[in-house]
């Protein structure tokens, strides 16, 4: 039987106590800073850190539905969560920022988003950077890491965009899109050297107001004179031709037998016209501008041999009318006669004209 020491005041021990590997048993449970934690006691609070409720720690679940699944009553502000397929996540009693199921996870027993409790990612799963470039804090629009493509542009600015290198901005002024012509609201840099040459814009209405300033102070304003005489005008009002004041000499030149008019329908600028075109305009044709000349006598001997006759005139075509011995003859191949138009028109009869017993008379009728 193992040797006891009882007591009934306060112990105190001087040295470190060894209990030779022995346990301290019928140990009261700790209440106090100091106190010694009882077995039981220990394994409590262990299940209570791990159970959730009022700890800061909640035990591991596997996906996000079991994340969602963790009533209130097991779950407070700031607690600490780990879900294997999507990473370590803390509560937040105020959040109600839109979840999405990955950076944002909104309880089940949590009606909607209008109302607030929120397990937000702080660390995705190693496996996916972006994921950790979505995560967001206690307010909208708070994140806490880059993405992949963000990255690459940073690093971007050291290895080719540092905008204090002049090639580099040239590079990307070069680069942009051209506007031709700028409007008023528009905007150009300028270094302002009366504020240690700091970066400042100034729009295109006051690069123009101020260079108007400018040259007006440089050059004398001009002033458009009144015109008088043939053409008249005052001030920058329009210039007016005074009546009767266009002569001919003033018109454009024009060649020989040429009329100023317009054949070209609707209403337009004056045309030079031919000839033609006027005979045109007014419906004047070959027909009703010709002359008629009656018992004309072709030129011909008249010997019973001689079949051809002319006529010193232009003939209008099928306008003649050939009589001989006071009979029209027929004009055509095989018929009384023949006639070719020219200058001096041509008659051809089929029979020569007669001397005996008597001479036979030829008269013509025609138009030219």
């Known amino acids: 039987m193992g040797t006891k020491v009882r007591t009934s005041t306060q112990v105190y021990v001087d040295a470190n106590l060894d209990t030779n590997s022995n346990k301290i048993v019928n140990l009261s449970p700790g209440t106090a800073t100091g106190n010694a934690v009882e077995y039981d006691q220990m394994n409590t609070a262990i299940s209570s850190a791990l159970a959730g409720g009022a700890s800061s720690i909640h035990i591991p679940v596997a996906d996000l539905a079991a994340a969602k699944a963790v009533a209130s009553a097991n779950r407070s502000d700031k607690m600490m969560m780990h879900v294997e397929t999507l990473g370590l996540y803390r509560f937040d009693t105020e959040s109600s920022i839109t979840s999405n199921d990955t950076t944002v996870i909104r309880p089940t027993d949590v009606a909607s988003d ?17 994921l950790a470039a979505n995560k967001q804090g206690g307010t909208t629009n708070e994140y806490y890491h880059l993405t992949s493509s963000e990255l690459a542009k940073l690093q971007g600015v050291t290895a080719g965009a540092d905008v204090t290198n002049a090639t580099n901005v040239g590079t990307v002024v070069a680069g942009v899109a051209a506007k031709t012509t700028p409007v008023d609201a528009d905007s150009l840099p300028i270094t302002d050297s009366a504020a240690s040459n700091a970066l400042k814009k100034v729009t295109w209405a006051n690069i123009k107001a101020t260079l108007k300033t400018y040259f007006d102070g440089l050059y004398n304003l001009y002033s458009h004179p009144n ?10 009002g329009a210039t007016v031709i005074g009546a009767n004041k266009v002569t001919n000499s003033m018109l454009s030149q024009v060649a020989t037998q040429t009329f100023k008019g317009r054949t070209t329908a609707a209403t337009g600028s004056v045309e030079d016209l031919t000839i033609a075109q006027v005979k045109a305009m007014l419906g004047l044709t070959t027909a009703n501008l010709s002359t008629r000349v009656y018992r ?7 010997n019973g041999s001689n079949t051809v006759f002319t006529i010193a005139a232009l003939i209008l075509s099928g306008t003649e009318t050939v009589i001989k011995n006071g009979l029209v003859m027929n004009a055509g191949a095989g018929n009384d006669y023949t006639i070719s138009y020219g200058a001096t028109t041509t008659i051809t009869f089929l029979t020569a004209p007669g001397n005996t017993p008597f001479v036979d008379t030829i008269l013509v009728d025609y138009s030219y």
């Open 114 to 130: 209008a109302s607030a409790g929120r397990w937000i990612q702080l660390t995705p799963i190693s496996s996916d950077h972006n």
């Open 227 to 236: 015109h008088t005489g043939d053409v008249t005008s005052t001030g920058d």
């Open 296 to 302: 004309a006598t072709p030129t011909g001997t008249v």
